[in-house]
């Protein structure tokens, strides 16, 4: 394959895996589609494909669709061990953010309401709304009819309307929010916790993935006890690790995130979801099979200083 060919394929590159990593809610599974892509523009006769960047979104968003409705893929979805792969803001695999609508549908909170989708209903929903195709555009793509991409868009938007959205922050105020929720949490007391919580906040965590299934946790009493348990510095904690561990404060998918990290990679992610002034959802990530791609974006760049240089 000839270098211009190559480099077409490249600069389409970032735009397919966002479409991929909307529709799959995974950056592992959105790479091998990508790359599966890439094959089969190698072997496809080009002088047949008149515009290239249709022609591949096509493969990718088809590939997809393909992966979700997999028998092997809707057992790991159903069996309870499934969560969106978190991303650093900034990640070029999470897409165009210049709308409210394409920066919700990327937060960690959306990707998860999705998995409630049909495969069909979700990929006319991404390519819709998050990279603003028109519904002709989004028939061809999935070889639907133009009425069917819109009532599967119907369908989609009535299932996610009902849900409570997070509350969109800026760094700073992602920061902030992160900097109160780690004191609190490491403060050993229940009460600035609590404050800090929805009355019906929920936990998830996938216990770094020490078990089969997520461990789910409701009510800012019991939310708050894991995480006044999960924050207490053990012997076991620091030699599972492998040492001691620095917290920062970061944003990940769009939601205020607590990273921790050690040496140069991330051991750890907390994503918080906040409606008003309250956190309503805690995802607590911490299996290195979902920590891949972070780690990777976490190397390339300066973290600033951690909240706690020694956990």
């Known amino acids: 394959m000839d270098t211009a060919t190559v480099g077409r394929f490249e600069a389409n590159r970032d735009r397919l895996a966002s479409i991929a990593y909307r529709l799959l809610g995974s950056a592992a599974d959105a790479e091998d589609v990508v790359q599966e892509s890439f094959i089969r523009w190698q072997a496809a006769d080009r002088t047949h494909i008149k515009v290239p960047e249709a022609w591949l979104t096509?493969?990718?968003?088809?590939?997809?669709?393909?992966?979700?409705?997999?028998?092997?893929?809707?057992?790991?979805?159903?069996v309870g061990a499934w969560l969106p792969e978190p991303l650093l803001d900034g990640d070029p695999m999470l897409g165009p953010a210049d709308t409210a609508v394409q920066r919700e549908s990327v937060t960690l909170a959306m990707l998860t309401l999705m998995e409630r989708l049909s495969p069909m209903e979700r990929a006319v929903y991404v390519l819709r709304?998050?990279?603003?195709h028109s519904h002709g555009e989004v028939a061809e793509i999935l070889d639907i009819t133009e009425s069917a991409s819109q009532q599967h868009a119907l369908r989609a938007r009535r299932h996610l309307a009902s849900e409570r959205t997070a509350t969109e922050v800026d760094a700073d105020s992602a920061r902030r929010i992160v900097e109160a929720f780690v004191a609190a949490s490491a403060s050993?007391?229940?009460?600035?916790?609590?404050?800090?919580?929805?009355?019906?906040?929920?936990?998830?965590?996938?216990?770094?993935?020490?078990?089969?299934?997520?461990?789910?946790?409701?009510?800012?009493?019991?939310?708050?006890?894991?995480?006044?348990?999960?924050?207490?510095?053990?012997?076991?904690?620091?030699?599972?690790?492998?040492?001691?561990?620095?917290?920062?404060?970061?944003?990940?998918?769009?939601?205020p995130a607590m990273i921790v990290g050690f040496e140069d990679r991330v051991v750890g992610v907390v994503v918080?979801?906040?409606?008003?002034?309250?956190?309503?959802?805690?995802?607590?990530?911490?299996?290195?099979?979902?920590?891949?791609?972070?780690?990777?974006?976490?190397?390339?760049?300066?973290?600033?200083?951690?909240?706690?240089?020694?956990?």
């Open 188 to 255: 050993g007391r229940t009460e600035p916790l609590v404050s800090l919580l929805a009355d019906d906040v929920t936990a998830v965590s996938d216990g770094a993935g020490l078990s089969a299934k997520l461990l789910h946790f409701a009510g800012a009493k019991k939310v708050s006890a894991m995480l006044r348990a999960g924050f207490k510095p053990t012997r076991a904690k620091h030699e599972l690790l492998g040492g001691t561990p620095s917290v920062f404060a970061g944003t990940v998918n769009g939601s």
């Open 129 to 132: 709304e998050a990279f603003s």
């Open 272 to 311: 918080l979801d906040v409606v008003g002034d309250e956190i309503t959802t805690v995802r607590g990530m911490a299996s290195q099979a979902r920590l891949h791609r972070v780690s990777e974006e976490w190397r390339r760049r300066d973290h600033g200083p951690p909240i706690i240089e020694s956990w």
């Open 58 to 78: 096509k493969v990718v968003s088809n590939l997809s669709v393909d992966r979700l409705r997999s028998a092997k893929e809707r057992h790991e979805r159903a």
